[in-house]
């Protein structure tokens, strides 16, 4: 169980980068697991509104918008894809 959890979990990292790159224009290697997203990359809300509605649209997963205040790097919103992809699978 633990394997396919750290598998979904990496692959999940893969795509959330990829579409975190794309959509506030960073270069390859620039984003961190840690960056701040508005402190770090000159990012807004909006951008981010921008990240999350095109990781459910390509990943299928909802987050609920009341966590997007939290979701301030890559690691938490990784954190938050993989928690709500887990529940849409279980729910």
């Given at each position: 169980?633990?394997?396919?959890?750290v598998?979904?979990?990496?692959?999940?990292?893969?795509?959330?980068?990829?579409?975190?790159?794309?959509?506030?224009?960073?270069?390859?290697?620039?984003?961190?697991?840690?960056?701040?997203?508005?402190?770090?990359?000159?990012?807004?809300?909006?951008?981010?509104?921008?990240?999350?509605?095109?990781?459910?649209?390509?990943?299928?997963?909802?987050i609920?918008?009341t966590?997007?205040?939290?979701?301030?790097?890559?690691?938490?919103?990784?954190?938050?894809?993989?928690?709500?992809?887990?529940?849409?699978?279980?729910?």
């Amino acid at each position: 169980m633990t394997q396919q959890t750290v598998a979904t979990a990496a692959d999940f990292q893969e795509q959330v980068s990829r579409i975190v790159i794309e959509e506030l224009e960073l270069e390859e290697g620039e984003l961190t697991g840690s960056g701040h997203f508005i402190d770090d990359y000159d990012s807004d809300s909006l951008s981010l509104i921008t990240v999350v509605s095109r990781i459910e649209k390509e990943l299928g997963v909802a987050i609920p918008k009341t966590e997007l205040g939290d979701l301030v790097n890559l690691s938490l919103l990784v954190e938050a894809v993989v928690q709500h992809a887990a529940e849409s699978n279980h729910g």
